[in-house]
C-alpha cells in the first residue's frame, strides 16, 4: 500500500498540460511562451550539485532561467532539513511562494530534498499551494511531474525513496565551467545519533567507478580543470560494489588523477573512521589532490563523541591528524563542530576549544546542536539549554577565528598557486580566486577565469589572504 500522501496525490488530476496543438488547455498559452523557472537551494553541496541538475533539466524541457522568483512561473526549492534553522528559512520562502501563487495562480511549486523527503506524508497538507515533491535522488523524475516536455505543467506526483538514482546522465548548468562537482555516491550507513541525513537519504549506495570515470573524462574534454568528489561518507566510497569491481577511495583519487586535463582534485566530506592509509598514500603521491582535507570532527570531547555514535575519540582524531600531517606537512584543516550536543557538560565543552588549538584548523564550520525528530539524540533526556548553547557557540566561534587567522598569517610572504574564479566580491578591482589549500585570495593582476596563476601572498584575515599575481618564470 502506497503511503496515505502518495495515493492521495495519485488521485489528484493533472489541471494542465500540453496538446498536440501546443497550447496548454488549462492556461491557454503557447508553445512559444518561455516559461521560466527558478532554483533556490538550500544547505550542503550536494544539495547544491543536485540543483545544478535540476537547472540543466528544466532547461532541456524548454524552460529559461528567470532573473528572480517573482518572475518565475515555476518555482523549485531544493531543501535541507538538517537543522531547525533550514526549514525555518524554508517556511518564510514558502509563505512568499503562496503569495505569487495567489497572484498568478499558473505559478508551479515544486519542493524537492531532505525537508520533502522528512516531510513527505505531512507536506500537502501543511502547504496546500506545493504542486509537486520530490526526494533526494528522484530528480530524473521531474521532468514527467512537470508535465508534457516542460511547456504545459501537469500537477501532482511525488517520487519515492526507493527509486534513488545517480543523476549524472541528466543535463547540467554548472555555476563556473572549469569546476564540477562529481557525485560518488549516495545515503549513508552511519549511525551518529543526531543526524536526520540516513533517514533522509537512505543506506550508502556507491557508483560504479566506470560511470564516475566516465563522467571526470568528459568534464576534462569540456574544460574542466578541477572536480570535487562528492559523498556524504566520500571516503567509504567503494565498499558495496560488486566484488569484482570492489575497490576504496584511494585508488578512486588515483584514477582521477590520471585524466588529462583534471588539475585540481578536491573531496568532501570524508568520515575520520574511514580515513585509512590508502587514501593518505594517495593523497599524498597524486599531483592533482589538493593539500586539504574537510574533516569533521563534531566534538573534542571522547564522552560526548560516544554519546554522538562517531565510532572514534579525541585521541584517535588526533593520531589521524599527525598520520595526515606526517604524509602531506602543508596540509590545511577544516571541520565540523556541534555545541551543545545533550549532556555537553563546560568540561566537554572546553576541550572542543582546546582541540581547535591543538590541531590548528584552518577553518570551521560550527554548529548549534538542533535536536531532529526521528533522531536518538533528540529522545534524549538532557538537552542543553538554549542560552548556554548559544553563549558557547559564541565563544567557540572566537577560537576558531583566531586560530584560522593565526594559520593564514603564516602564509605571508609564500606563493601559491590560484585557480582564478572571477572578480573580488568586495573590490571590483581585485581579482579572486582560490589557492590548493582551497583559501580564498584576493589579488591585483590579470587574468581570466579558470587560469592558474601564481599569487605572492601580503596579507591575510581569518577567511581570506591577499596577494599579488607573479610573472610566470620559464624554467
Ligand atoms: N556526512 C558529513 C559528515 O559526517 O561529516 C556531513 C553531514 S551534514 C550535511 C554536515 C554537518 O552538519 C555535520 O558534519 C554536522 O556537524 C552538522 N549537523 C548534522 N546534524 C546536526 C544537528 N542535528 N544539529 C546541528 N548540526 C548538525
Ligand atoms: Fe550524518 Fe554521520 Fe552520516 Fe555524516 S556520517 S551524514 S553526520 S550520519
Redesign the pocket.
Known amino acids: 500500500m502506497p503511503p496515505p500522501a502518495l495515493s492521495a496525490l495519485r488521485s489528484l488530476a493533472p489541471v494542465g498540460y500540453a496538446t498536440a496543438s501546443g497550447v496548454c488547455q488549462s492556461t491557454g498559452r503557447t508553445l512559444s511562451t518561455m516559461r521560466r523557472y527558478y532554483v533556490t537551494t538550500f544547505?550542503?553541496q550536494?544539495n547544491a550539485h543536485d540543483s545544478e541538475r535540476i537547472r540543466g533539466l528544466l532547461e532541456e524541457l524548454g524552460l529559461g532561467e528567470a532573473a528572480a522568483p517573482d518572475e518565475a512561473d515555476v518555482l523549485v526549492f531544493n531543501t535541507?532539513t538538517?537543522?531547525e534553522k533550514p526549514d525555518q528559512r524554508l517556511a518564510a520562502y514558502l509563505g512568499n511562494a503562496k503569495a505569487q501563487k495567489s497572484r498568478s495562480p499558473e505559478t508551479v511549486v515544486a519542493v524537492g530534498g531532505c525537508y520533502a523527503e522528512a516531510q513527505r506524508d505531512r507536506i500537502f497538507e501543511r502547504y496546500p499551494f506545493v504542486d509537486v515533491a520530490f526526494g533526494p535522488g528522484t530528480i530524473h523524475h521531474l521532468g514527467e511531474w512537470l508535465g508534457a516536455g516542460g511547456n504545459g505543467i501537469a500537477r501532482s506526483a511525488f517520487g519515492t525513496a526507493g527509486e534513488r538514482r545517480f543523476s549524472a546522465a541528466l543535463a547540467t548548468q554548472r555555476e563556473r565551467p572549469f569546476q564540477a562537482w562529481v557525485q560518488v555516491s549516495m545515503g549513508?550507513n552511519?549511525v551518529?545519533s543526531?543526524?536526520?541525513?540516513p533517514a533522509v537519504r537512505g543506506r550508502e549506495v556507491s557508483r560504479r567507478p566506470g560511470e564516475i570515470l566516465a563522467e571526470v573524462t568528459a568534464l576534462a574534454g569540456e574544460g574542466v580543470r578541477e572536480v570535487t568528489l562528492l559523498g556524504?561518507?566520500v571516503n567509504s566510497w567503494g565498499r558495496d560494489l560488486r566484488p569484482d569491481i570492489r575497490t576504496e577511495f584511494g585508488e578512486l583519487l588515483r584514477a582521477v588523477d590520471e585524466v588529462d586535463g583534471i588539475e585540481r582534485i578536491r573531496f568532501t566530506?570524508?568520515?575520520p573512521k574511514d580515513f585509512r592509509a590508502p587514501v593518505i598514500a594517495a593523497m599524498a603521491e597524486c599531483e592533482a589532490v589538493c593539500e586539504h582535507a574537510h574533516l569533521?570532527l563534531?566534538s573534542g570531547s571522547t564522552r560526548v563523541l560516544k554519546r554522538m555514535r562517531r565510532t572514534y575519540g579525541r585521541e584517535r582524531y588526533l593520531r589521524l591528524v599527525g598520520e595526515l600531517r606526517t604524509a602531506i606537512p602543508d596540509l590545511a584543516l577544516t571541520t565540523?563542530?556541534?555545541v551543545g550536543f545533550p549532556g555537553e557538560t563546560e568540561g566537554d565543552f572546553e576541550e572542543t576549544c582546546s582541540v581547535v588549538e591543538e590541531v590548528g584548523f584552518d577553518g570551521a564550520?560550527t554548529?548549534?546542536?538542533?535536536?531532529?525528530s526521528g533522531?536518538e539524540?533528540?529522545a534524549m533526556l538532557d538537552q542543553v539549554p538554549d542560552e548556554v548553547k548559544h553563549e558557547r557557540i559564541e565563544r567557540l566561534v572566537n577560537v576558531v577565528q583566531r586560530v584560522a587567522a593565526e594559520r593564514n598569517a603564516q602564509r605571508i610572504g609564500l606563493m601559491e598557486e590560484v585557480l582564478v574564479e572571477g572578480t573580488s566580491r568586495t573590490d571590483p578591482s581585485l581579482l579572486r580566486g582560490r589557492t590548493r589549500r582551497n583559501v580564498t585570495v584576493n589579488f591585483t593582476g590579470s587574468a581570466a577565469a579558470g587560469e592558474l596563476v601564481p599569487v605572492r601572498i601580503t596579507a591575510s584575515t581569518s577567511q581570506t589572504l591577499r596577494g599579488s599575481q607573479e610573472a610566470l618564470v620559464a624554467a
Open positions: 544547505g550542503c550536494m535541507c538538517i537543522r549513508c552511519s551518529c543526531y543526524c536526520i541525513v556524504q561518507n566530506s570524508p568520515h569533521p563534531q565540523d563542530l556541534i564550520f554548529f548549534v546542536y538542533s535536536p531532529r533522531t539524540a533528540a
